[in-house]
């Protein structure tokens, strides 16, 4: 059993910094497509960057240049640096995994394909 609890969030202005941390706990005896997901109120669960085994990763349109996801195996740890943030980056923050297959990871838009959720942490950007 996998288990992920997400850290890091708070309140910036916009333009500012903020890097989000997910631990990573359980036996992970195979690869693992891990990915950062966000949740605004009123809206769906929207997905944000994704990472694979080889640390590949793929991001939404909408954090192209100003997020950077990475991963510290030998710490189990997953990070989402995010710069330049806006007023619609506000959202609930999840870390999400699930195996990796022989053909790579989901992209950001398959937000089913995730098997394991973190709680989640807030992030909230002010004009």
């Known amino acids: 059993q996998v288990q992920l609890v997400e850290s890091g969030g708070g309140s910036v202005q916009a333009g500012g910094s903020l890097t989000l941390s997910c631990g990573v706990y359980?036996?992970?005896?195979?690869?693992?497509?891990m990915a950062w997901f966000r949740q605004a109120p009123g809206k769906e669960r929207e997905g944000v960057a994704v990472i694979d085994a080889n640390s590949r990763s793929t991001y939404a349109d909408s954090v192209k240049g100003r997020f950077t996801i990475s991963k510290d195996n030998a710490k189990n740890t997953l990070t989402l640096q995010m710069n330049s943030l806006k007023p619609e980056d506000t959202a609930m923050y999840y870390c999400?995994?699930?195996?990796?297959?022989?053909?790579?990871?989901?992209?950001?838009?398959?937000?089913?394909?995730?098997?394991?959720w973190g709680q989640g942490t807030q992030v909230t950007v002010s004009s």
């Open positions: 999400a995994a699930v195996p990796m297959t022989r053909v790579g990871c989901p992209p950001p838009t398959s937000r089913a394909s995730f098997r394991y």
């Open positions: 359980g036996y992970m005896y195979i690869e693992y497509c």
